[in-house]
C-alpha cells in the first residue's frame, strides 16, 4: 500500500514503504568465508579438524591393512589382538570419524559439528581401550613366539641355511607401529571433541549482537477533515463580498 498524505499547503505527500530484503540472512554456510561463520563454528574451524580427519583416514587405513597382516601370520596361536580383530574394527571407527570430521570442516554446520564430536568421543574410548590392550597383548606376543623355534630359511644346499628369519620381529614390530598409531589417533580424537565441545557449549554463545531495528510511524491526517474545515470560511468569504 501507498498512504497518501495530504498537507494544508496543497502539497500531497506519498509515503512508499519497501519490503524489507532477507535474501542475505537466508546465505548457505558454503558460500561463506572462514571470516563469514558465526565466532562459535570460527573456534571450530581453528582447531584444523579437515587435517585431522585426513590423519584420522590415514591412521585407520594403515590399522586395517596391518591388521590383515597379523591376522594372517598369528593364524597358529591364540593372540587377543588377532581373536578380538581389534585393528579392523577400530581402523572402521578412525575412517568414518575422520570423514565426519572433513565434512564438518568443509561446510559448518551445528549439526554436522555435533555429529563429528560424537563419534570422535566413541573413538576416543575405542583408542583408550586399545591402548589397554596392545599394553597387555606386546608382553604375551613376546612369551608366545619365544617359546618355540619358528625360523624361515632359504636352502641353497643340503644342511646349509643362509637368512634365517624370526616371525617374532616382525609381530612386535607391527604390534608396536599400531600401538603408536592407536596414541596418535587419541590425542586427534581428544584435540577434535575440544574443538567441538568449544562450539556446543552454552559458553560460547554469550557474545550476542543485538540489533535494533527502528520502524517508522505513519500517520495519515483525516484528509476529509481539512476541506470541511475550509469550506465554512469559503462560504464566509463570498458572503461579505
Same mark, same amino acid.
Given at each position: 500500500? &501507498? %498512504? &497518501?498524505?495530504?498537507?494544508?499547503?496543497?502539497?500531497?505527500?506519498?509515503?512508499?514503504?519497501?519490503?524489507?530484503?532477507?535474501?542475505?540472512?537466508?546465505?548457505?554456510?558454503?558460500?561463506?568465508?572462514?571470516? /563469514?561463520?558465526?565466532? %562459535?563454528?570460527?573456534?571450530? *574451524?581453528?582447531?584444523?579438524?579437515?587435517?585431522? @580427519?585426513?590423519?584420522?583416514?590415514?591412521?585407520?587405513?594403515?590399522?586395517?591393512?596391518?591388521?590383515?597382516?597379523?591376522?594372517?601370520?598369528?593364524?597358529?596361536?591364540?593372540?587377543?589382538?588377532?581373536?578380538?580383530?581389534?585393528?579392523?574394527?577400530?581402523?572402521?571407527?578412525?575412517?568414518?570419524?575422520?570423514?565426519?570430521?572433513?565434512?564438518?570442516?568443509?561446510? %559448518?554446520?551445528?549439526?554436522?559439528?555435533?555429529?563429528?564430536?560424537?563419534?570422535?568421543?566413541?573413538?576416543?574410548?575405542?583408542?583408550?581401550?586399545?591402548?589397554?590392550?596392545?599394553?597387555?597383548?606386546?608382553?604375551? $606376543?613376546?612369551?608366545?613366539?619365544?617359546? @618355540? *623355534?619358528? $625360523?624361515?630359511?632359504?636352502?641353497? +644346499?643340503?644342511?646349509?641355511?643362509?637368512?634365517?628369519?624370526? %616371525?617374532?620381529?616382525?609381530?612386535? @614390530?607391527? &604390534?608396536?607401529?599400531?600401538?603408536?598409531?592407536?596414541?596418535?589417533? $587419541?590425542?586427534?580424537?581428544?584435540?577434535?571433541?575440544?574443538?567441538?565441545?568449544?562450539?556446543?557449549?552454552?559458553?560460547?554463545?554469550? +557474545?550476542?549482537?543485538?540489533?535494533?531495528?527502528?520502524?517508522?510511524?505513519?500517520?495519515?491526517?483525516?484528509?476529509?477533515?481539512?476541506?470541511?474545515?475550509?469550506?465554512?470560511?469559503?462560504? /464566509? /468569504? /463570498?458572503?461579505?463580498?
Amino acid at each position: 500500500m &501507498v %498512504p &497518501v498524505e495530504s498537507d494544508p499547503s496543497s502539497f500531497v505527500i506519498i509515503s512508499r514503504v519497501g519490503a524489507q530484503d532477507h535474501s542475505a540472512e537466508t546465505t548457505d554456510t558454503s558460500s561463506k568465508g572462514p571470516t /563469514d561463520l558465526p565466532k %562459535p563454528l570460527q573456534t571450530f *574451524i581453528s582447531g584444523e579438524p579437515e587435517v585431522l @580427519g585426513v590423519i584420522q583416514i590415514f591412521t585407520g587405513i594403515i590399522h586395517i591393512a596391518l591388521g590383515i597382516v597379523l591376522t594372517m601370520s598369528l593364524r597358529s596361536y591364540f593372540d587377543v589382538v588377532r581373536e578380538s580383530g581389534l585393528p579392523l574394527w577400530t581402523g572402521i571407527m578412525y575412517i568414518i570419524s575422520g570423514a565426519l570430521s572433513v565434512a564438518a570442516s568443509n561446510n %559448518p554446520t551445528v549439526g554436522k559439528v555435533r555429529s563429528s564430536m560424537a563419534v570422535n568421543i566413541v573413538c576416543c574410548v575405542f583408542a583408550g581401550v586399545a591402548v589397554i590392550i596392545y599394553c597387555i597383548a606386546t608382553p604375551m $606376543l613376546e612369551h608366545i613366539l619365544g617359546r @618355540g *623355534i619358528v $625360523l624361515y630359511c632359504v636352502c641353497y +644346499e643340503e644342511n646349509l641355511c643362509e637368512g634365517s628369519f624370526h %616371525p617374532q620381529t616382525v609381530v612386535i @614390530g607391527i &604390534v608396536s607401529i599400531l600401538f603408536i598409531l592407536t596414541v596418535l589417533e $587419541l590425542c586427534v580424537c581428544l584435540s577434535n571433541s575440544i574443538f567441538g565441545c568449544r562450539v556446543l557449549c552454552r559458553t560460547s554463545f554469550n +557474545e550476542m549482537t543485538v540489533v535494533i531495528y527502528q520502524s517508522a510511524t505513519l500517520t495519515t491526517d483525516h484528509s476529509s477533515s481539512a476541506p470541511a474545515a475550509m469550506k465554512p470560511s469559503q462560504n /464566509d /468569504d /463570498d458572503a461579505e463580498a
